[in-house]
């Protein structure tokens, strides 16, 4: 393929013709981690100990090892860029964290030639991720990540500090705008469940409503069944979508499943003819697996369902879809499943089961309103966790382009 003018082909691939030609070992030097014995560990901080930083702490967000500061020889502060011998490949510490660190860590420094920022992104691309991937699975014994084979590792580099920085500033404004999307999900569900608290225990009434609520099982209010059987030997790889548990988590969270099975238009309209199939209103809830999960049939698309994987609840008109699917997620329903699944080998949530769950009754105008509030706030996260994935996506894109050259800030 004939080179854009301006650029030339390297070991890194192809690049701006004024960047160098590095490798990871020239600009970086890396300092393995050390721990007292296990002997001398402490839960709890005391005069003469210092925090213990390990990959598990990264993964939990929890630092709760201490050991005697004279006796350890590594130490890292907050700004420093750690890598996983072990577990995850590279990380930044983000919360103020100075202490030592172990073995299955090792501290990146750059030197003089490279942008300690540049140099963060460089190491977090995820091609360089699934090297040292592939490196640590290859690693035998304690060995780790082969530093030798990553020090060789090709680093282009744009040839100025001010470019450098310019591309690590573009970068972290992405992860600011990422981390201000995650910020405002987690307050939307906090308020998201505040809402449902309220509101679904009569702790809150809507304005325009009063009276006593009732308390109904859902047996009252539906017809409860499941499917007409599909055996394994009746699927097909094309046709009317088959949902099992799994496909149907899907479905009803994302509003869409990429599926793989399926059964023959005949098949359907045979048992849609003689059992029926779900209709708008109707409600389906995984009966194995995840338990609990919901799917409101919102919509005529044909599909059908596995028999015993799944429960279907038959719209009579006696309760809003939408209401008993917020219900689903609330602490009353989820324990009466979990506690109806117990004793169980593999955990179900049983027809019989679905037939006696209590739920707490307002009358149907109250429901509608309620989950009219409740359904707009889920739409507000949906839409801000599609904008995250969106952002999320473009960063691994400006990662590309930038660090590469094909796109030039300066």
């Not at 910020?183 to 304005?207: F, N, S």
Request: aromatic share 10%.
């Amino acid at each position: 393929m004939e080179l854009t003018p301006g650029y030339k082909r390297t070991e890194a691939g192809v690049i701006p013709e004024d960047w160098l030609e590095h490798t990871i070992g020239e600009l970086i030097e890396f300092e393995g981690g050390s721990q007292p014995d296990k002997s001398y560990f402490r839960a709890s901080w005391k005069r003469g100990y210092v925090r213990l930083i390990q990959i598990r702490d990264y993964k939990t967000d929890k630092y709760e090892t201490y050991v005697p500061t004279h006796l350890a020889r590594r130490f890292c502060t907050e700004h420093d860029i750690m890598i996983g011998r072990y577990g995850p490949p590279v990380f930044q510490i983000l919360r103020g964290i100075d202490g030592a660190y172990n073995v299955a860590l090792i501290k990146a420094k750059p030197g003089p030639g490279i942008n300690g920022s540049y140099m963060y992104y460089f190491l977090k691309q995820d091609k360089l991720f699934s090297f040292i991937e592939k490196l640590s699975q290859r690693s035998s014994g304690q060995t780790g990540v082969d530093l030798k084979e990553l020090r060789q590792y090709a680093l282009p580099l744009p040839p100025t500090k001010a470019e450098q920085e310019a591309i690590a500033e573009a970068l972290s404004d992405t992860d600011a705008l990422i981390e201000s999307l995650e910020q405002l999900i987690t307050k939307k569900r906090h308020l998201k469940q505040g809402a449902m608290k309220e509101l679904l225990t009569v702790k809150k009434r809507l304005p325009g409503f009063s009276g006593e609520w009732e308390v109904k099982r859902l047996g009252e209010l539906f017809e409860i069944t499941s499917s007409k059987r599909v055996f394994q030997s009746e699927w097909t790889t094309r046709g009317i979508p088959f949902y099992r548990a799994r496909e149907l988590a899907v479905l009803g969270e994302q509003g869409f499943v990429d599926n793989e099975l399926f059964i023959t238009k005949e098949m359907y309209t045979s048992h849609k003819k003689a059992y029926g199939v779900p209709a708008i209103g109707d409600f389906l809830v995984t009966g194995v697996g995840t338990l609990g999960k919901v799917y409101a049939v919102e919509d005529e698309r044909e599909f059908y369902f596995k028999d015993g994987n799944i429960i279907w609840f038959k719209c009579a008109g006696k309760i809003s879809s939408e209401f008993l699917k917020q219900l689903y997620s609330t602490p009353l329903i989820i324990k009466q499943i979990e506690d109806g699944s117990e004793g169980t080998t593999v955990g179900t949530y049983t027809i019989t089961n679905a037939k006696n769950t209590i739920i707490p009754f307002p009358p149907i105008p109250e429901q509608t309103a309620i989950a009219t509030i409740l359904s707009s706030m889920d739409a507000e996260i949906t839409t801000l966790e599609t904008k995250l994935a969106k952002t999320r996506q473009l960063k691994q894109g400006m990662m590309h382009n930038l660090l590469t050259g094909r796109i030039r800030l300066i």
